[in-house]
């Protein structure tokens, strides 16, 4: 006979909080006083249905279970024990919140269904219900708890807050893709003003190949971790952090390298709260380089409606994302691309003029449409001279990267023939400003929300294959973003 086991309580919290913690399928080993480490095998992502949590218990019992249902919209999970040294059966859980009619607090409801051995029912349903479903209610809530008392300026840091073991992809010699090497680091307990995230996914971007080669040695010492961007849950913050408590799902982009690593420190201004409908996954993918485009687009190329705009790899990364956002802006977009399948995905992103090359040979193609008033140039020095070939009266190119090699230095004497302009932009500057990240971050979502970017192919590496994603990367095949699953 089936046993069945129904418990539900209120916490003192709004009901995004409490599921931003609870939608992670691994997030329990931070919170539950029962589990003492947990993994998500396989590196698929916890909020993926079907992944399975592989953890351990304090006393020793091991337990996979599998996700089975996760509804952002009704924040509801359904989940169930495939294998376990406990002798809990057919085991089936339900989790539901609901917001209680004040707003400000949410009530949870926990319930299973199993079979035991004859004779265990009473053991097991007294465990289920008192071990893991009460002492869960009450362990959740210190968890938030811990999490309120940290966002009050001036408290004190959490007593706890230590430095913490993190696997990342190091460089410890400027190189090859193999420079690039799975590594045992740590992540500091976070200072006044920071934030420790749990990273699920890294975006891989090709500034990362620059700092890898060792192009910008300042800027990724020996050894070095390189990676500007990822998305997570917030494990602890500092002194004086106010807007982000454990478990709150966010993404962030750094000046500073180091995303390359399964935990992270860093301060809150680079942080991003992650709205319900964006998954870890999509942010790493879309953030800095959705943010990169945004930059092109509205701040140096002002582009509008006649607009006719050039993307350099427009099956890229940032090269897709622009194509689209600028096409719904109402311009005209001509691209480069490598391959005729680099040439399908840009036009199904609204490249409407895309011209195959693989030698930068693209200026006279671009003057039969008029030429490009503004131009995205991911490419640098091997399509110097095409690029000014391509450029409109008046045109504007914009040097974003160097993917073929530094850019030569450029003679104002040359812009005046044209009377051209020439930007060369760091996004970074571009979100220094106190909210200015979040601002562009939500135009990007909203971006995404509304179609005016559309979702890119996505190439998926564990954090240890790191290597891998950026040969790759650098073999000119890839189509959209790539990501590192930690
Ligand atoms: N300044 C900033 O703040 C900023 C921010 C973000 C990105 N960026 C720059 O924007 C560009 C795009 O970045 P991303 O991360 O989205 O990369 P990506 O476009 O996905 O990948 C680079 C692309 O460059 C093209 N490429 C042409 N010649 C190449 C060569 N010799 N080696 C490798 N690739 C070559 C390839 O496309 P085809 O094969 O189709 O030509 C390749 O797919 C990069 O230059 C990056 O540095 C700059």
Redesign the pocket.
């Known amino acids: 006979m089936l046993q069945k086991v129904v418990r539900s309580t209120i916490i003192d919290a709004p009901i995004e909080r409490v599921w931003a913690v609870l939608r992670d399928f691994n997030s329990h080993d931070q919170w539950h006083d029962v589990v003492d480490a947990s993994r998500i095998e396989g590196g698929e992502r916890s909020d993926q249905v079907g992944c399975v949590r592989s953890f351990t218990l304090k006393d020793g019992n091991r337990i996979r279970e599998q996700l089975i249902t996760l509804s952002d919209r009704e924040h509801k999970s359904t989940y169930c024990i495939v294998e376990a040294t406990v002798p809990l059966q057919r085991y089936v859980a339900t989790v539901t919140l609901k917001p209680v009619t004040d707003g400000g607090r949410t009530f949870w409801h926990w319930e299973s269904t199993f079979a035991t051995p004859p004779g265990m029912e009473r053991e097991l349903r007294d465990m289920v219900a008192t071990g893991v479903y009460e002492a869960g209610f009450e362990n959740l809530r210190r968890h938030l708890r811990a999490g309120a008392d940290l966002r009050t300026p001036g408290s004190a840091p959490m007593p706890t807050a230590l430095p913490m073991p993190m696997r990342c992809a190091r460089v410890r010699a400027y190189g090859g893709p193999d420079a690039l090497q799975p590594a045992d680091g740590e992540a500091a307990a976070p200072g006044p003003g920071e934030v420790r995230i749990r990273q699920r996914a890294i975006g891989v971007?090709?500034?990362d190949v620059?700092l890898r080669k060792g192009w910008i040695p300042p800027l990724l010492p020996l050894p070095g971790v390189p990676g500007m961007e990822a998305a997570g849950t917030v494990l602890d913050v500092g002194p004086g952090v106010s807007g982000y408590m454990p478990g709150d799902r966010v993404a962030a982009m750094s000046p500073v390298p180091g995303a390359y690593a399964s935990v992270r420190t860093l301060p809150a201004a680079h942080v991003v709260r992650l709205p319900a409908a964006v998954e870890a996954e999509t942010a790493a993918a879309l953030l800095?380089?959705g943010v990169?485009a945004d930059m092109l687009l509205r701040d140096l190329g002002r582009v509008r409606a006649g607009t006719r705009l050039l993307v350099?790899?427009?099956?890229?990364?940032?090269?897709l994302l622009a194509c689209a956002w600028a096409r719904r802006l109402g311009a005209t977009v001509i691209g480069?691309?490598?391959?005729e399948e680099?040439a399908r995905v840009a036009r199904e992103h609204g490249c409407q003029h895309v011209i195959v090359t693989?030698d930068y040979r693209f200026a006279e193609a671009v003057q039969q449409l008029g030429g490009a008033d503004v131009i995205v140039d991911?490419?640098?020095d091997?399509a110097f001279e095409e690029n000014f070939a391509a450029l409109a009266r008046c045109g504007h190119w914009i040097s974003?990267?160097?993917?073929?090699g530094g850019l030569r230095p450029l003679s104002p004497d040359l812009l005046v023939q044209k009377s051209a302009t020439f930007s060369r932009?760091?996004?970074?500057d571009f979100c220094a400003a106190p909210g200015a990240l979040a601002e562009r971050a939500e135009r990007v979502w909203a971006a995404l929300a509304d179609g005016s970017i559309r979702m890119p192919p996505i190439e998926r590496y564990t954090l240890e294959a790191a290597s891998q994603a950026h040969a790759r990367?650098?073999s000119?095949g890839?189509i959209g973003?790539l990501i590192l699953i930690a």
């Not at 350099?312 to 090269?319: I, K, L, M, Q, S």
């Not at 480069?336 to 391959?339: A, D, E």
């Not at 974003?400 to 073929?404: E, I, S, V």
């Not at 932009?425 to 970074?428: A, N, R």
């Open positions: 971007n090709y500034f620059y800095l380089k990169t350099h790899a427009a099956a890229g990364g940032v090269g480069t691309v490598s391959s680099k693989r991911g490419l640098g091997a974003l990267g160097q993917a073929t932009p760091v996004v970074f990367l650098e000119r890839t973003s």
